[in-house]
């Protein structure tokens, strides 16, 4: 046991030298302090001690306003009905987002920011920026239809529209079972999904996130090794795992800024298999089994 438990200690740690987390590093984004404050909350938010757990709400509300990304954990108090808690999260996030502004160029800055941020999904045009460094859902669909179905050709813009329906279905059925699922690593994998596979623009480091269900994954008590667990590793492999970073000719497109690299497609289809996966895992055998007796209920 104690081999065991040191072999996936030195996998956790292993994985902050994993190609997201080198590209974060490199590109010294924000985004690693906004996991911080999120590792926080879900380290602290069931504590007996009410201070720590009002710290975590905090910790949340931090996080969200650094990267909006975290706030799909807010889903967690919802589904443990906490909602005085849930409530005070907004506040504490509306607080933090907004007061800075007092002390930094003025409350009139405000109209400017939010441009900016409504700006940002333009930066997932194809046709100028091509497929590659994101994450996203829809991405991954649309650039599957582009290069395996039309050799290259970026499809109309209907495809893209497809795209975009299908990643929002994906995203609301992972939320339904993020509300059934009672195990935590497989609640945190479907909330980390979302917040990586739906935003219309998601870069590659959004991925460190994805650490946390798998750290919950590794650490957990488990009495056998189970085949989804072999399944499971190899998903969190292709998000995590050394990739080769070049661009196969059947990928090829001129004039783009980013263009569509094999560690693209490896990574992007494991946000999209983990998401997916983890939500058909739950479906069969918790949200079914469930219906069965909410049916057998009604009938005694």
């Known amino acids: 046991a104690s081999t065991e438990e040191l072999i996936m200690k030195l996998f956790v740690f292993a994985i902050l030298f994993s190609s997201p ?33 009002e710290l975590s709400l905090i910790c949340l509300a931090i996080a969200a306003c650094i990267k909006i990304y975290p706030a799909a954990f807010g ?21 933090f987002f907004f007061l800075p502004f007092a ?11 939010l441009e900016a941020i409504f700006l940002s999904p333009d930066n997932s045009d194809p046709h100028m920026y091509g497929f590659g460094n ?14 395996f179905l039309k ?19 994906l995203t609301l059925f992972a939320a339904g079972m993020a509300t059934v699922s009672k195990e935590k690593w497989k609640v945190y994998a479907l909330l980390t999904g979302i917040m990586v596979g739906f935003p219309a623009f998601s870069f590659m480091y959004c991925s460190v996130f994805i650490c946390i269900p798998l750290v919950a994954l590794l650490t957990q008590k488990r009495e056998k090794f189970k085949v989804m667990d072999a399944v499971y590793l190899i998903i969190f492999l292709m998000i995590f795992g050394v990739h080769i970073y070049k661009t196969p000719e059947s990928f090829e497109m001129a004039n783009v800024r ?28 918790e949200a079914i089994p469930l219906l069965k007796k909410l049916k057998t209920f009604k009938k005694a």
């Open 21 to 53: 987390f080198m590209y974060q590093f490199e590109r010294a984004n924000i985004i690693l302090i906004a996991l911080m404050f999120l590792l926080l909350y879900i380290l602290l938010k069931d504590s007996e001690n009410k201070v720590l757990r």
């Open 75 to 95: 889903l967690l108090l919802l589904k443990e009905k906490r909602w005085k808690d849930a409530v005070r999260t907004v506040i504490y996030g509306i607080a």
């Open 103 to 113: 002390v930094m160029g003025g409350f009139d800055k405000i109209p400017n920011f």
């Open 134 to 147: 994101k994450l996203n859902f829809s991405n991954l669909l649309y650039a599957v239809h582009t290069f």
């Open 151 to 169: 050799d290259g050709v970026i499809s109309p813009g209907n495809a893209n529209e497809n795209a975009s329906r299908i990643a929002l279905i």
């Open 258 to 285: 980013w263009p569509f690299v094999v560690t693209d497609f490896i990574q992007s289809l494991g946000v999209f298999l983990l998401t997916s996966v983890v939500s058909a895992d739950v479906f069969f055998t």
